[in-house]
């Protein structure tokens, strides 16, 4: 009897926690973040600029215009990324969603990396330096020796993690040595790496492609340093996904579970209560940038080890900053990159088949873009939905733990 | 950001080591390993009515030359280190004045190096650096960590191009520029300064929403009405009378379009409004210590809020620079980076409007070298070259070459209570 009660007490509470918690917070910035797109697509449509004109004789005419180019576009997208209902077999209809696994595997693996950072109170802006460094190991090992079959690909996937890994432990020992803000550091950092990258791929001595031409472009990765194919040789999908899976799982652990991670996470709580409790914050940031650019490697292997044609400066695909935006949304937690990273990956596998129903895939940039402002100010969305202010209470968690723990949770 | 006590009280022999690595490097592979043939520098430019000689040295020579200068340099930097004083800020001027002379006449050995040409472009190339540094400082001053330069040029250079194109004139295209770039700044103020919210993830977000924006509309619009919407030109040049004609000086500093004038203008008067008025005095004191300021009746979310749209306004000027004032048209994302370099530009010279402009021709400089080596002397490794810059930005922030410290309170909220 008492435990009703107390159960009937403890409700308003619950739901007002999960209303203030980020769940919410992150379906509401991303429904607006595609209200946000649907309204650019909406506003440069032809047919819908057209009805305006006599949008008060016959309104139905702008709004049908309006519905249909969202329709189309979005609808486009969901055909692109996820499945086509329109093709013959199902074996190609599922073809799209196959897709969005490749590409958001990198996004998925880089996110962890600058998740990572964000946890220890660092900015890690250099994604795509370190991608570079990443890739210009794997490259190496790829085209340049020659080891048997699977050993080729993990000993190049392990050189793309220490490449990247060596950049962002650079990083962490300026700024833990002078104080150097890592913001700046990071993308200087971008853009020397770049440079290196396609001097690198100038010169037939160092990595460029042994036919030379004027470009730079650098040998296709040897076949057995490749990532198998995962679902036979008709999808594109390959072994990172895979990798990117395995890193989830081992930021998870790492952040979670690990001594490492709760000193990463007490560093970035307070890192002078850290200090004082004996931890050696300069070395943690090294250590944080090594761990994070590490994992910005996962997705350089991916990108040098993904595909038969050679890598270009322009391979990084500009991965390093799109992960930035993975770990916003994805609240630097391993699940939620996951399902960023899953997200924003659809947006780039999608994106062709917009192209053909005559909308911009340019507007996915738009609603990755507005995703992610909104998620950048809680106070706003709160404001704006009269979301109650986050709670300190846990009767969610004590619901949790009568359901989830034996006994019914009683201590 | 902690600074130990040590590197506050001693200067340390940083700058001098670090210059005289450079000056070693210079005297070797510029100098003594360098390339023979005679450079000519062509001080006049061929259509000049006034034609002075070209000055004719020896390449190798030249850097022998440049590699002692700079040891001279560098000894003279020790001996106010052992006095324990830091080296002045005109002895980082001229010493890479005195490197960049001796790399242009490595690369054009054999070949004549035309300076107004050379330098009057790295200018021009420079305004949108120059204006987007001028709204980091800005905004940087009064502690808002401003990251979305970025994407306040880009913002700018499409506003100038489209609204200069449909309305057919430049003036309703550089206010258009210079008041949407305005409210681009104004988010990243509201949400900085009322919801709180990271500066440095807000300005990168700023950068992506810009981007994507601008991306597709220039995809959906731009590409498809070209001729009416993006066919602006760029404006005239204008000429200073007499001043102009002065030999050099002339043609790289009086014979430019209207946004190169106004950059040179609106530098000296930040610097001004920033350090001799109380204006600069309480936007400062914001970002130094916002709680003093507080305490004296400065409104701080105020000065903040205005410090960091008005500084957008003038990064929207440089957005224009890059299409009405250079290219003539919107392309994609073409502030290509622009707006990172003049986040580097703030650091480079310390918060300091002048000392930034000098960084940021510094930048401008290593993009035309880069062109121009090409042609003068193909096979050259240019990416290094283009590196330069950023490696010196590195240098800079790490410590070597005297401390920049930022504003006190930068990216740090101000909560009344």
Same mark, same amino acid.
């Given at each position: 009897?008492?435990?009703?009660?107390?159960?009937?007490?403890?409700?308003?509470?619950?739901?007002?926690?999960? *209303?203030?918690?980020?769940?919410?917070?992150?379906?509401?910035?991303?429904?607006?973040?595609?209200?946000?797109?649907?309204?650019?697509?909406?506003?440069?449509?032809?047919?819908?600029?057209?009805?305006?004109?006599?949008?008060?004789?016959?309104?139905?005419?702008?709004?049908?215009?309006?519905?249909?180019?969202?329709?189309?576009?979005?609808?486009?997208?969901?055909?692109?990324?996820?499945?086509?209902?329109?093709?013959?077999?199902?074996?190609?209809?599922?073809?799209?969603?196959?897709?969005?696994?490749?590409?958001?595997?990198?996004?998925?693996?880089?996110?962890?990396?600058?998740?990572?950072?964000?946890?220890?109170?660092? *900015?890690?802006?250099?994604?795509?330096?370190?991608?570079?460094?990443?890739?210009?190991?794997?490259?190496?090992?790829?085209?340049?020796?020659?080891?048997? *079959?699977?050993?080729?690909?993990?000993?190049?996937?392990?050189?793309?993690?220490?490449?990247?890994?060596?950049?962002?432990?650079?990083?962490?020992?300026?700024?833990?040595?002078?104080?150097?803000?890592?913001?700046?550091?990071?993308?200087?950092?971008?853009?020397?790496?770049?440079?290196?990258?396609?001097?690198?791929?100038?010169?037939?001595?160092?990595?460029?492609?042994?036919?030379?031409?004027?470009?730079?472009?650098?040998?296709?990765?040897?076949?057995?340093?490749?990532?198998?194919?995962?679902?036979?040789?008709?999808?594109?999908?390959?072994?990172?996904?895979?990798?990117?899976?395995?890193?989830?799982?081992?930021?998870?652990?790492?952040?979670?579970?690990?001594?490492?991670?709760?000193?990463?996470?007490?560093?970035?709580?307070?890192?002078?209560?850290?200090?004082?409790?004996?931890?050696?914050?300069?070395?943690?940031?090294?250590?944080?940038?090594?761990?994070?650019?590490?994992?910005?490697?996962?997705?350089?292997?991916?990108?040098?080890?993904?595909?038969?044609?050679?890598?270009?400066?322009?391979?990084?695909?500009?991965?390093?900053?799109?992960?930035?935006?993975?770990?916003?949304?994805?609240?630097?937690?391993?699940?939620?990159?996951?399902?960023?990273?899953?997200?924003?990956?659809?947006?780039?596998?999608?994106?062709?088949?917009?192209?053909?129903?005559?909308?911009?895939?340019?507007?996915?940039?738009?609603?990755?873009?507005?995703?992610?402002?909104?998620?950048?100010?809680?106070?706003?969305?709160?404001?704006?939905?009269?979301?109650?202010?986050?709670?300190?209470?846990?009767?969610?968690?004590?619901?949790?733990?009568?359901?989830?723990?034996?006994?019914?949770?009683?201590? | 950001?902690?600074?130990?006590?040590?590197?506050?009280?001693?200067?340390?022999?940083?700058?001098?080591?670090?210059?005289?690595?450079?000056?070693?490097?210079?005297?070797?592979?510029?100098?003594?390993?360098?390339?023979?043939?005679?450079?000519?520098?062509?001080?006049?430019?061929?259509?000049?009515?006034?034609?002075?000689?070209?000055?004719?040295?020896?390449?190798?020579?030249?850097?022998?030359?440049?590699?002692?200068?700079?040891?001279?340099?560098?000894?003279?930097?020790?001996?106010?280190?052992?006095?324990?004083?830091?080296?002045?800020?005109?002895?980082?001027?001229?010493?890479?004045?005195?490197?960049?002379?001796?790399?242009?006449?490595?690369?054009?050995?054999?070949?004549?190096?035309?300076?107004?040409?050379?330098?009057?472009?790295?200018?021009?190339?420079?305004?949108?650096?120059?204006?987007?540094?001028?709204?980091?400082?800005?905004?940087?001053?009064?502690?808002?960590?401003?990251?979305?330069?970025?994407?306040?040029?880009?913002?700018?250079?499409?506003?100038?191009?489209?609204?200069?194109?449909?309305?057919?004139?430049?003036?309703?295209?550089?206010?258009?520029?210079?008041?949407?770039?305005?409210?681009?700044?104004?988010?990243?103020?509201?949400?900085?300064?009322?919801?709180?919210?990271?500066?440095?993830?807000?300005?990168?977000?700023?950068?992506?929403?810009?981007?994507?924006?601008?991306?597709?509309?220039?995809?959906?619009?731009?590409?498809?009405?070209?001729?009416?919407?993006?066919?602006?030109?760029?404006?005239?040049?204008?000429?200073?009378?007499?001043?102009?004609?002065?030999?050099?000086?002339?043609?790289?500093?009086?014979?430019?379009?209207?946004?190169?004038?106004?950059?040179?203008?609106?530098?000296?008067?930040?610097?001004?409004?920033?350090?001799?008025?109380?204006?600069?005095?309480?936007?400062?004191?914001?970002?130094?210590?916002?709680?003093?300021?507080?305490?004296?009746?400065?409104?701080?979310?105020?000065?903040?809020?205005?410090?960091?749209?008005?500084?957008?306004?003038?990064?929207?000027?440089?957005?224009?620079?890059?299409?009405?004032?250079?290219?003539?048209?919107?392309?994609?994302?073409?502030?290509?980076?622009?707006?990172?370099?003049?986040?580097?530009?703030?650091?480079?010279?310390?918060?300091?409007?002048?000392?930034?402009?000098?960084?940021?021709?510094?930048?401008?400089?290593?993009?035309?070298?880069?062109?121009?080596?090409?042609?003068?002397?193909?096979?050259?490794?240019?990416?290094?070259?283009?590196?330069?810059?950023?490696?010196?930005?590195?240098?800079?922030?790490?410590?070597?070459?005297?401390?920049?410290?930022?504003?006190?309170?930068?990216?740090?909220?101000?909560?009344?209570?």
């Amino acid at each position: 009897m008492s435990e009703i009660n107390k159960a009937d007490n403890t409700m308003p509470q619950v739901m007002r926690e999960i *209303f203030s918690g980020g769940l919410v917070r992150t379906v509401i910035s991303i429904l607006l973040g595609f209200l946000v797109g649907a309204l650019f697509m909406i506003g440069s449509n032809k047919e819908f600029i057209e009805s305006l004109g006599y949008i008060f004789a016959r309104p139905a005419d702008a709004l049908g215009a309006a519905f249909a180019v969202v329709n189309d576009g979005y609808g486009a997208l969901f055909r692109g990324a996820i499945y086509n209902a329109d093709a013959e077999t199902f074996e190609k209809a599922i073809r799209p969603l196959t897709e969005t696994l490749r590409l958001g595997a990198p996004l998925i693996a880089a996110g962890l990396g600058i998740g990572l950072t964000f946890r220890v109170g660092l *900015f890690n802006i250099g994604g795509t330096g370190q991608l570079i460094f990443g890739m210009i190991f794997a490259t190496f090992v790829a085209t340049r020796l020659e080891l048997p *079959f699977v050993l080729h690909m993990v000993v190049a996937l392990i050189a793309g993690i220490v490449g990247a890994a060596l950049l962002g432990a650079f990083v962490g020992f300026l700024k833990a040595r002078t104080g150097a803000h890592e913001v700046i550091l990071t993308i200087m950092m971008n853009y020397i790496a770049l440079y290196f990258f396609t001097f690198l791929m100038r010169d037939p001595a160092l990595l460029q492609e042994t036919r030379a031409s004027g470009n730079p472009k650098a040998d296709a990765a040897a076949e057995t340093a490749l990532l198998p194919k995962l679902l036979g040789d008709n999808y594109s999908l390959h072994w990172g996904l895979i990798f990117a899976l395995l890193a989830v799982v081992v930021f998870w652990w790492l952040m979670e579970r690990s001594t490492i991670g709760y000193r990463l996470r007490m560093v970035g709580f307070n890192p002078d209560a850290a200090r004082a409790a004996g931890i050696n914050v300069e070395k943690t940031y090294i250590l944080a940038m090594a761990l994070s650019a590490g994992f910005v490697g996962v997705a350089a292997a991916n990108q040098a080890l993904g595909t038969a044609i050679g890598v270009t400066p322009s391979s990084h695909a500009n991965i390093g900053f799109d992960a930035i935006t993975v770990a916003l949304l994805g609240g630097s937690s391993g699940p939620g990159i996951l399902l960023a990273g899953l997200l924003f990956g659809a947006f780039k596998a999608g994106a062709p088949s917009m192209q053909v129903f005559g909308v911009s895939p340019e507007v996915l940039g738009i609603v990755q873009g507005a995703i992610v402002l909104f998620i950048a100010a809680p106070p706003l969305i709160r404001a704006l939905f009269r979301l109650p202010k986050p709670q300190t209470t846990n009767a969610l968690e004590s619901i949790r733990k009568r359901i989830f723990t034996r006994g019914g949770g009683s201590k | 950001m902690t600074t130990s006590k040590e590197t506050e009280v001693k200067v340390g022999y940083k700058s001098p080591i670090v210059m005289g690595s450079i000056g070693l490097l210079t005297l070797v592979f510029l100098g003594l390993l360098g390339r023979d043939g005679m450079v000519a520098f062509e001080i006049s430019r061929r259509t000049d009515s006034l034609q002075l000689p070209t000055l004719d040295i020896d390449s190798s020579l030249l850097g022998v030359l440049a590699g002692l200068a700079m040891f001279a340099l560098a000894g003279f930097s020790l001996s106010k280190a052992i006095k324990n004083l830091k080296t002045p800020i005109w002895v980082s001027i001229v010493f890479g004045l005195v490197g960049v002379t001796a790399l242009l006449g490595w690369l054009a050995a054999e070949k004549s190096v035309p300076i107004a040409f050379i330098a009057g472009t790295a200018l021009v190339l420079a305004v949108p650096i120059i204006l987007g540094a001028m709204a980091g400082i800005m905004s940087e001053r009064v502690g808002i960590t401003n990251i979305a330069i970025e994407g306040q040029l880009l913002t700018g250079a499409f506003m100038a191009a489209v609204v200069s194109s449909i309305t057919d004139n430049f003036l309703f295209g550089v206010m258009a520029a210079m008041v949407t770039s305005a409210l681009v700044s104004m988010i990243l103020a509201v949400f900085s300064i009322k919801f709180l919210a990271q500066q440095i993830i807000v300005g990168v977000v700023l950068n992506v929403l810009v981007i994507g924006v601008t991306n597709f509309l220039y995809q959906q619009w731009l590409t498809e009405d070209a001729e009416n919407v993006n066919f602006p030109g760029t404006m005239d040049i204008i000429k200073i009378p007499v001043l102009s004609d002065i030999p050099l000086l002339g043609p790289v500093f009086f014979e430019n379009r209207i946004t190169v004038f106004f950059a040179i203008l609106i530098v000296p008067t930040i610097w001004f409004v920033l350090f001799k008025t109380r204006l600069g005095l309480r936007a400062r004191a914001v970002g130094e210590h916002p709680l003093a300021a507080d305490t004296v009746g400065i409104n701080v979310g105020r000065t903040r809020f205005w410090w960091v749209t008005i500084g957008g306004s003038i990064a929207g000027l440089g957005g224009a620079a890059l299409t009405i004032g250079n290219a003539g048209a919107f392309g994609r994302e073409m502030s290509g980076g622009f707006g990172f370099i003049a986040l580097a530009v703030v650091i480079l010279g310390r918060w300091n409007p002048i000392y930034a402009s000098l960084a940021a021709l510094l930048f401008g400089f290593s993009i035309i070298l880069r062109v121009w080596a090409n042609q003068v002397s193909p096979g050259i490794p240019t990416d290094f070259i283009t590196m330069v810059p950023y490696v010196v930005t590195i240098i800079a922030v790490v410590g070597f070459v005297g401390k920049s410290r930022p504003p006190k309170a930068l990216a740090v909220p101000y909560v009344k209570g």
